[in-house]
């Protein structure tokens, strides 16, 4: 073969086998990717055995421990819905009720299981936003 | 004190201006004079940022709360090293770095390359002012770092005890130093395409700089990793979070770039290539910036307000618009000098790991931006997980391990069969070896990790027979001893050695991931004192619950009002192996609607982690005491009732007795991973060949031995 035309061939291949590997991981990132729900849209939408990520807040007066599992409810920021959540893992230090989380859950029965240390606790907003006389002066 | 930092920026800002229209003007029309004062006045640009940042630190050290962002971040409680670190912790304190540090870098590159490639460092010049005067408007419209309040509160918010933690006070300057290193190629690189100087020079000039973005960059995520192990009661170092990513991806670039720029060098090739991977390093580079400042991605670290999302996503599109039409309007000019000869030689060698890397980038890319994806294609926003990830950066992982091998030792051009033979048969019998004691060992289980192990018996086959045939070449030739030998080699070849004791480096560190993460014991339980449990091989027992006050103006602690832990006993087989004493932190909160006692404790919690680290493994742990119990709460609210703030810390004195004398059962998270230490020391080297290879060559040596064998060049021509 003269070497153009194994050039040519060779890019080909190339090509290909990156647009066959590019589409498969654009597959299954599709495929194994958690929506991200509120709890109002979670009890509309949930079904059993697939997983979703839970965001909302903390409600006040729900987290309490049963040896390794940590419960709590999530409600939409606005309040209304509440999700109870049976969750294992690690608890990252600035979870607190009344805080906004992420957690992966699925479905199980009239509950909702966090899979293990899938939860994320934004920055609790005292670091985030400052105080109400900012800009007062710049 | 603050109009002073205002004026700075402002000033910036104009020094900018100027320096950009002068920059333009000058390689325009040609007149030198005017480039020569564009670059000094990127020097001045590095002088005021220089006055502004030491106006904020001055502020911050001073408790100056008139400043807001000394307000929000700081406070009297805080440790003076965490106060003087406490500078980047904030929005505009950080871009203020941000800013300072691409002042500094820009100013050394630019002072470097002051007598060569006029045009293409003018236009470098225009580009680097460029960010800088984005960073400082950021500032002075967006969030500037010197907004005050008048009367100035009496105390501040504190820094976010998560911070204060020693590596957390490098990790910021290290990566940023990475980010604004990896624009100074970027600019150099578009100097070069606008100037229409596409040869390997402005390749050779910022090499060194690309080097020392990939070394700090590097530095900066391992930094993280360890914060992450040992401060975030986690355990974990690494858990693709958004925010690791965004410095991960121009890091791969970078090493890409880094290694695909040596053959532009040596062989004219793949100059498109090259052109794209410092564009991409460079505009990764910003975004990276950008996902951290804000917050458009859930991430652990969203520590950013919302506010600057716009601005960047304006840059970043102007960078990835400018970057494919330079590319495209110069492709004429950037045709490869020769053709790829054989897949069986080091330039093939080197596309795979290129491409291996980018491919590593895209992977990255499209599960970091996925959550933006598919909620522009499908309308709901989802994610993908840290099992997504493994599932395609561990076999590309292994793929750069053994090609990391294979590339310092195949032949330029066209590998033979027998050199082949000659060069990878030790390694290979190595690799082999490890592969049977392993499967003696029972290696079925985990194939991805003792693939792993394989690769990296591969590798230093293949460096220990690089670094042995060098020293044995030189003991032959210059009757040196083994060591001053193996010194002599590396300081002559520095670029060469170096990189080879950066893949040694890199190899351990990933034998240390695959073992940590695939041999790992972990146990997450509730115990009471006197109960212990098993992890590994390992017997951890709670021996007793403790308790500590720290005074509230101790500068040796990170300033926790309270905190409470655990005394516990780790034995193998009946023999003690260590004592550890994990605790959990409880900070001020500064919030009066908590009650006098409530606010010393209602801070947020900090896990302090105690370890034992070894050679082989470490045993982790962490405590989550329960200090909600019914009996512990009633202190609280009594204390809150009847102690005014001044008395309050005697509420707490109660709280921790009554903690010790009656210990409510404790949440532990127990780990066991083996060779973690191993990612660290792997880093180490990675670090120590960096710098070796970034380490200019003294001229003044170079001279000498020039000098040197000339001399005897002529004693041996005389004698003939």
Not at chain 1, 24 to 37: E, H, W
Not at chain 2, 193 to 214: C, G, N, Q, S
Not at chain 2, 272 to 286: D, K
Not at chain 2, 410 to 424: D, Q
Request: glycine share 10%.
């Amino acid at each position: 073969m003269d070497p153009a035309r194994k050039r040519t061939v060779r890019l080909i291949v190339a090509l290909s086998t990156a647009v066959v590997l590019a589409s498969a991981l654009i597959y299954t990132s599709f495929s194994a990717a958690s929506p991200a729900l509120s709890p109002s849209q979670l009890v509309r939408e949930a079904q059993a055995g697939q997983s979703y990520q839970l965001t909302g807040t903390v409600v006040d007066g729900s987290v309490h421990r049963e040896a390794a599992v940590l419960n709590f409810a999530v409600e939409d920021r606005a309040g209304g819905t509440r999700i109870p959540v049976a969750y294992t893992g690690t608890v990252p230090d600035p979870f607190r009720e009344g805080r906004e989380v992420i957690v992966t859950v699925r479905k199980q029965g009239a509950t909702f299981v966090g899979e293990r240390d899938s939860l994320i606790t934004k920055c609790p907003s005292k670091y985030k936003t400052a105080p109400a006389s900012e800009n007062q002066n710049s | 004190m603050a109009g002073l930092g205002r004026v700075c920026l402002l000033l910036a800002l104009v020094v900018c201006l100027y320096g950009i229209g002068a920059a333009l003007y000058g390689v325009r029309s040609g007149r030198i004079e005017f480039s020569v004062s564009a670059r000094r006045s990127v020097y001045a640009l590095a002088g005021i940022l220089s006055v502004a940042i030491l106006v904020l630190e001055i502020a911050f050290l001073r408790d100056d709360f008139a400043f807001n962002t000394v307000a929000d971040t700081s406070s009297r409680t805080t440790p003076a090293l965490y106060r003087a670190a406490a500078v980047w912790s904030s929005q505009e304190g950080s871009l203020l770095l941000w800013a300072w540090l691409l002042s500094l870098w820009a100013s050394l590159a630019l002072f470097l390359t002051r007598n060569r490639m006029r045009e293409v460092a003018s236009y470098a010049t225009a580009i680097l002012l460029g960010f800088g005067a984005f960073f400082v408007s950021l500032m002075i419209f967006y969030a500037t770092p010197f907004a005050t309040t008048n009367p100035a509160p009496a105390e501040g918010v504190g820094l976010d005890p998560l911070l204060r933690f020693p590596t957390m006070m490098i990790h910021p300057p290290m990566l940023y130093s990475g980010y604004t290193l990896c624009t100074i190629p970027l600019a150099f690189g578009m100097g070069a395409l606008l100037a229409r100087r596409v040869d390997a020079e402005w390749i050779r000039a910022t090499r060194r700089f690309a080097l020392a973005a990939w070394l700090f960059l590097g530095m900066g995520i391992l930094l993280g990793a360890r914060w992450s192990y040992s401060e975030l009661g986690w355990g974990g170092y690494w858990g693709w979070d958004a925010v690791e990513n965004a410095s991960l991806m121009p890091w791969l670039t970078g090493t890409a770039f880094l290694h695909s720029l040596m053959i532009q060098e040596k062989r004219g090739m793949l100059k498109v290539w090259n052109a794209s991977l410092v564009l991409a390093t460079g505009t990764l580079a910003i975004m990276g910036t950008f996902l951290v400042r804000s917050g458009v991605l859930n991430s652990i670290h969203a520590f950013g307000g919302a506010t600057l999302g716009v601005p960047f996503v304006v840059l970043i599109a102007a960078l990835i618009a400018g970057s494919i039409y330079l590319v495209v309007s110069r492709r004429d000019m950037l045709r490869t000098e020769h053709r790829l000869d054989s897949l069986l030689s080091r330039e093939s060698i080197f596309l795979a790991n290129n491409l291996v890397l980018v491919g590593l980038c895209f992977v990255i890319f499209w599960g970091t931006y996925f959550p933006l994806i598919s909620e522009a294609l499908t309308g709901r926003e989802s994610s993908v997980g840290p099992p997504w990830f493994d599932r395609y950066t561990v076999p590309l992982a292994l793929v750069l391990v053994l090609l990391s091998g294979v590339g310092p030792v195949i032949a330029w051009r066209r590998a033979t069969l027998a050199n082949a033979r000659r060069n990878f048969a030790v390694p290979l019998a190595l690799a082999l070896l490890v592969l049977v004691v392993l499967l003696g060992a029972g290696a079925g289980e985990k194939p991805l990790a003792n693939a792993m192990f394989c690769c990296g018996a591969f590798v230093f086959g293949c460096i220990g027979q690089e670094f042995f045939r060098g020293v044995r070449a030189r003991r032959a030739t210059a009757q040196e001893g083994a060591m001053v030998a193996l010194l002599a080699l590396v300081r002559r070849n520095r670029r060469r050695y170096g990189g080879y004791i950066v893949h040694v480096g890199m190899a351990v560190l990933f034998i240390g991931v695959a073992a940590s993460s695939s041999f790992q014991h972990a146990s997450e339980l509730g115990l009471s004192p006197g109960q212990s449990t098993r992890v590994g091989a390992y017997t951890i027992r709670y021996v007793r619950p403790t308790a500590t006050i720290t005074p509230k103006y101790d500068a040796a602690h990170t300033g926790s009002t309270l905190s409470l832990g655990a005394v516990l006993d780790v034995t193998r087989q009946g023999r003690h192996v260590a004592t550890l004493e994990p605790s959990e932190g409880y900070y001020a909160s500064e919030e009066q609607a908590q009650g006098s006692v409530g606010s010393l404790i209602g801070g947020q919690p900090v896990s302090h982690v105690s370890m034992d680290g070894g050679v082989t493994r470490d045993v982790w742990t962490a405590i989550e005491p329960d200090i909600e119990t019914p009996a512990l709460h009633r202190i609280v609210t009594v204390g809150n009732r009847t102690l005014p703030p001044e008395d309050a810390l005697v509420a707490i004195g109660y709280l921790a007795r009554a903690y010790l004398q009656h210990p409510p059962q404790a949440q532990f998270h127990f780990i066991v991973s083996p060779l973690v230490m191993w990612i660290w020391i792997g880093g180490l080297i990675v670090f120590g060949g960096g710098l070796i290879a970034i380490w200019p060559a003294p001229s003044a040596v170079r001279r000498r031995v020039a000098i040197r064998s000339r001399a005897r060049a002529a004693q041996g021509l005389a004698r003939a």
